[in-house]
C-alpha cells in the first residue's frame, strides 16, 4: 500500500479513535465517545482520505452504537429545515443555471462595467459576487471561468499571464465573498441559524441576515478589488471591445418564456424571504423561509410548458452531499451540547483569550485560519456551539459570537483547499499555490479586521 496522506488518515482517524477512549481524560463517557468521533471526522476530514460527505455520516454509525444518543434522535439533525430551506435554493439555483440565465445576468453585467481592465475586475468580482449570494459558490465560480478565460486573450501579451491569475483568483474570492450576503448563500449560514434556534431559541430569519451578510459583502468585495487592483497596471492595453462577449448574448436571444418565468419567481421568492419577519411573520407564522424555498420548488416542477423548466432529472445537479454535509455537522454541535463536551472544550480554551476585549478578533482569527485546512461547513458546526460558551464565559452574548463564527468561516484564501472556489481555480492552471497563498493571506487580513470591525459594532445592535 502507499503511504500518502490520504492512506495515512485513513488508517490514523481510528486508532485516534481507540486511543482517546482508553485515555484518562477526565470527561463523562458520553463526552468522550463525541470528542473520539470528532477527532476521527476532523482527521478524514483535513487529510480528505474518503468523501467529506461520507464522513459526514459517521455519527449515525458511531453515536447510537457506543449508547451516546438514539439513533432516532441521530437522524433528526440530517432532516433540519433548514436543510430543506437548502435544498429548496439548490432547486431554484438549477432553474436558474438550466435556462442560461446566471449568464444572461453576467454577461450584461461585464458588459455594463466596460473594458477597461480595472472595470472588468470590477464587472468580475461583483458579478461573481452577486450570483454566488443565491447560487452555491462552486457553481458561480465554473460558470465565471470561461467566461473570465474568453476575456484574458485579449489582454496585452507582457501582461496576461499576470493579470490573467489576478482575474481568476478574483472570481474565487468573489464568490467566497458573495456566499456571506444571504442566508443561502452558503451552508455556515444555515448552521447558524439552526443552531441559534436550537441552542439560543433564538429566530435569525433573512432580513436579519442580510442587513449584516450584504453590508459585509459588499465592503469585502470592494477593499478585496482595491488590493486586487494595484496588480493592474493603468496602462495596460486592451481592446475597447470585446466582441466575445456581445456575440455570446446575441447567440442568448431575448428572454424566452422559461427565463422571464423563472426570473419573476426568483425576485417573489427573494422578497417573501425579505419581508417574511418584518412584514408577516405573526399573521402567517406555520411559514417560514423553508416552505417559501420549497413552495418556489414545487412550482417549478409544476409550471406547465413545450419545455419544462425543470423535472426530476435536475436531481442530478443538486449537491446532496452538501445536505449530509451540514446534517453531520449538525448533529455533533447538538451532541457537543447533550453531553457537555462543549463545556469541557471551553473550559481548556479560555485561557487563550486574555480578556473580553480581544475576544472577537481572537475568535475571527482562529476561524479563519483553521479554515484554511477544514471545511468551512464542518468547521462551523463544530466551532459554533464553543463559540457559545466561550462567550458566555466571558459575558458577551453568545448570539454574537455565533454570527461572527459562521461570517468567519467563509473568510479563508490562502490555500486550493480551503474553499471549493479556490480549488476549481486552482485546478484551472492559471494560478499557483505561491500566488494564492502570498495574497490569500493579505485578503485573511482584511477580513479579520472587517469582521472584528462589524461583530463588535454592527451585530450586537441587529441581534439585540
Do not use: C
Request: no cysteine; proline share 5%; net charge positive.
Amino acid at each position: 500500500m502507499q503511504f500518502d496522506i490520504k492512506n495515512i488518515g485513513t488508517i490514523s482517524a481510528p486508532i485516534f479513535f481507540i486511543l482517546i477512549l482508553i485515555s484518562p481524560l477526565e470527561i463523562e463517557y458520553g463526552a468522550k465517545i463525541v470528542l473520539a468521533t470528532t477527532i476521527w471526522m476532523i482527521i478524514w476530514w483535513v487529510t480528505e482520505a474518503i468523501s467529506i460527505y461520507v464522513t459526514a455520516m459517521l455519527p449515525i454509525i458511531l453515536l447510537p452504537s457506543f449508547g451516546v444518543i438514539p439513533i432516532s434522535e441521530v437522524v433528526v439533525s440530517y432532516s433540519d429545515k433548514i436543510i430543506f430551506l437548502l435544498l429548496g435554493g439548490f432547486i431554484i439555483a438549477s432553474a436558474i443555471e438550466r435556462t442560461n440565465l446566471h449568464e444572461r445576468f453576467a454577461l450584461n453585467m461585464i458588459r455594463v462595467f466596460g473594458y477597461k481592465p480595472r472595470r472588468i475586475l470590477a464587472g468580475l468580482m461583483i458579478t461573481a459576487g452577486l450570483l454566488s449570494a443565491w447560487i452555491n459558490n462552486t457553481s458561480t465560480t465554473l460558470m465565471m471561468i470561461p467566461i473570465t478565460a474568453s476575456i484574458i486573450p485579449y489582454i496585452n501579451h507582457e501582461e496576461r499571464k499576470r493579470i490573467g491569475s489576478i482575474f481568476m483568483l478574483s472570481i474565487a474570492y468573489a464568490s467566497s465573498i458573495g456566499g456571506v450576503a444571504t442566508l443561502i448563500g452558503t451552508p455556515p449560514n444555515a448552521i447558524f441559524v439552526s443552531l441559534a434556534k436550537s441552542l439560543l431559541d433564538r429566530d435569525i430569519g433573512f432580513a436579519e441576515w442580510m442587513v449584516v451578510g450584504m453590508p459585509l459583502s459588499l465592503i469585502s468585495l470592494a477593499i478585496t478589488w482595491l488590493y486586487m487592483s494595484r496588480y493592474i497596471k493603468s496602462k495596460m492595453s486592451i481592446l475597447d471591445d470585446i466582441e466575445i462577449i456581445n456575440k455570446r448574448l446575441r447567440e442568448l436571444g431575448p428572454m424566452n418564456t422559461n427565463e422571464k418565468i423563472v426570473f419573476y419567481l426568483f425576485i417573489g421568492v427573494v422578497v417573501a424571504w425579505i419581508t417574511r419577519s418584518i412584514l408577516w411573520s405573526k399573521y402567517i407564522p406555520m411559514i417560514d423561509d423553508s416552505v417559501i424555498a420549497l413552495l418556489a420548488a414545487i412550482i417549478l416542477f409544476a409550471i406547465p410548458s413545450k419545455k419544462r423548466i425543470i423535472d426530476w432529472s435536475i436531481s442530478s445537479s443538486i449537491p446532496w452531499g452538501v445536505l449530509l454535509l451540514i446534517g453531520g455537522g449538525l448533529t455533533l454541535a447538538s451532541s457537543f451540547t447533550i453531553t457537555g463536551l462543549d463545556k469541557w472544550i471551553t473550559s481548556k480554551l479560555l485561557f487563550m483569550i486574555p480578556s473580553s476585549i480581544l475576544l472577537v478578533p481572537i475568535i475571527t482569527t482562529f476561524t479563519i485560519f483553521m479554515g484554511e485546512i477544514m471545511s468551512n461547513t464542518a468547521m462551523a458546526a463544530l466551532l459554533i456551539p464553543i463559540g457559545a460558551n466561550i462567550s458566555t464565559s466571558f459575558g458577551v452574548d453568545a448570539i454574537v459570537i455565533m454570527f461572527i463564527i459562521a461570517l468567519a468561516s467563509s473568510y479563508s484564501f490562502m490555500l486550493p483547499m480551503s474553499t471549493p472556489p479556490n480549488s476549481i481555480i486552482f485546478g484551472s492552471g492559471y494560478v499557483t499555490v505561491r500566488e494564492m497563498t502570498r495574497i490569500g493571506f493579505m485578503i485573511n487580513i482584511f477580513g479579520i479586521i472587517i469582521i472584528t470591525l462589524i461583530g463588535t459594532f454592527l451585530i450586537p445592535i441587529i441581534v439585540s
